[in-house]
């Protein structure tokens, strides 16, 4: 695949339970990111990865958030005791060594 | 305050006019970079720029360190351009601090 991709597409969910979203970034990037867009909002920063390095999880909104990235390829962020006001597009980015990022499509989350 | 000051907000124009976008920030970067985002929510990477100027087709990034000052030009805009416009920071680190957007609407 040529681009960054992310699954599932869609997510409905109830309250409390955990879901589990996926990115696959481009073949040969360094860095991973995590955002999210809540309706009618702006981007906003979730977590980083770059190499080997330590994540930054500043943006990680409550600790019920946590991502990994195995192998230095995919991730996988994981959102436990969902709420509602989870709900939001979950974009993952990609990039080499912090020059121009790739994002994918996003996942839409919708927590009931 | 937001480090990153959009305007306008909101956009709209006839086809054929040339559209600026501004985006304003208040802290030392590293680099400045342009998105695209379509109704259908897809980001597209327009330019990343840390000084002087890009062409990529009718699109013009221009940036002043300086005055900490970027633009965004559009020339012979197109209803296909109708899209949000981000403009975004790498501040210290490869993370992205973004601007709340500028929705642009071009009518033919």
């Known amino acids: 695949g040529a681009g960054v991709s992310q699954s599932p597409s869609n997510k409905v969910t109830e309250k409390g339970k955990d879901v589990e979203l996926r990115c696959d970034p481009i073949?040969?990037?360094?860095?991973l990111y995590w955002y999210r867009q809540s309706l009618g909002q702006g981007l906003e920063f979730l977590i980083y990865f770059q190499g080997n390095s330590a994540p930054d999880k500043s943006g990680l909104p409550s600790d019920r958030f946590s991502a990994e990235r195995t192998g230095g390829s995919v991730s996988t962020l994981t959102i436990q005791r969902t709420q509602q006001e989870d709900s939001a597009v979950y974009l993952c980015?990609?990039?080499?060594?912090?020059?121009?990022?790739?994002f994918g499509p996003g996942t839409r989350l919708t927590v009931l | 305050k937001n480090e990153v000051e959009q305007s306008p907000q909101n956009l709209t124009a006839q086809e054929g006019e040339f559209i600026t976008i501004n985006c304003s920030y208040s802290?030392?970067?590293?680099?400045l970079h342009w998105l695209q985002q379509h109704p259908g929510g897809g980001i597209v990477s327009l330019f990343m720029l840390s000084s002087g100027k890009k062409k990529h087709g009718r699109l013009i990034a221009t940036i002043n360190i300086q005055e900490k000052h970027s633009s965004l030009h559009i020339t012979a805009s197109h209803p296909r351009d109708s899209a949000v416009y981000i403009c975004a920071l790498n501040y210290n680190t490869d993370k992205l601090i973004f601007g709340t957007g500028t929705r642009l609407q071009v009518f033919p």
């Open positions: 073949s040969g990037h360094t860095a």
């Open positions: 802290v030392g970067i590293s680099a």
């Open positions: 980015a990609s990039a080499y060594r912090g020059l121009e990022q790739f």
